[in-house]
């Protein structure tokens, strides 16, 4: 079985991306997101990408979050990252070190609960 770290965004205006970070071997990490509730210009189940690979978790990581950002500024502006949960702990990235690459203003939470 494919170790995974899971991760839920939420944004500002409530769209929902769920990420998996996947361990392939010690190094080689791939960062998969897939986009829930991204408003009336998309459908619902869009794939909004983007896809990472890192020879590192955070490396992978730091690619997905630096990518999603670009597209959610494509796609409006006035959005950006509030809130990030890792639902099952955090397996390869700690909350610091997520908090390291989303800054101050977005909330990281671990099993729903503040960090």
């Not at 170790?3 to 500002?12: A, R, S, Y």
């Not at 998969?32 to 490396?59: H, M, R, V, Y």
Request: glycine content about 6%.
């Amino acid at each position: 079985m494919l170790p995974i770290q899971e991760l839920i965004l939420k944004t500002l205006k409530g769209r929902v991306f769920f990420v998996h970070l996947e361990k392939w071997n010690e190094t080689h990490f791939d960062c998969k997101l897939a986009a829930i509730n991204l408003g009336p210009q998309l459908p619902a189940d869009a794939i909004f990408g983007p896809f990472s690979k890192g020879q590192t978790a955070l490396e992978a990581y730091e690619r997905l979050i630096a990518e999603l950002r670009v597209r959610l500024e494509n796609h409006d502006p006035s959005d950006s990252i509030s809130t990030i949960d890792n639902p099952c702990n955090t397996e390869f990235l700690t909350a610091s070190d997520q908090k390291n690459i989303v800054g101050l203003a977005v909330e990281v939470r671990v099993n729903g609960l503040a960090c």
